[in-house]
């Protein structure tokens, strides 16, 4: 059983940046791949970017420049970095892991940006 939680989220003037945080436990952190999801109001929830186990970040097209991924296996913890925020990014946020066959989300974190 993985156990996710999320936290970070909040209310951001427009320009500013957040930093998400995704903590996972249950099993060996270091072994797990790590996704970011987002649900904007009003829409399907998308595939934001993700971590490899050996640490390596991809993105979707349209999130790369401004979403960073990064993990800390001494921390169990995986962040997003978001700079440049607009009002199109206010959603509510999720970490995802895939883990011997299931796939197990944290409840989100929402973040809403105001311009």
């Known amino acids: 059983q993985v156990h996710i939680v999320e936290s970070g989220g909040g209310l951001v003037q427009a320009g500013g940046s957040l930093r998400l945080s995704c903590a996972a436990s249950?099993?060996?952190?270091?072994?797990?791949?790590i996704d970011w999801h987002r649900r904007a109001p009003g829409k399907k929830r998308d595939w934001v970017g993700g971590?490899?186990?050996?640490?390596?970040?991809k993105y979707r097209d349209s999130m790369k420049g401004r979403f960073t991924i990064s993990r800390d296996n001494t921390k169990n913890m995986v962040y997003l970095d978001i700079n440049s925020l607009t009002p199109e990014d206010t959603a509510v946020y999720y970490c995802s892991v895939r883990y011997a066959g299931t796939h197990y989300w944290g409840q989100g974190t929402q973040v809403t940006v105001s311009s």
């Open positions: 971590v490899s186990s050996g640490d390596v970040a």
């Open positions: 249950g099993v060996t952190f270091s072994f797990l791949a």
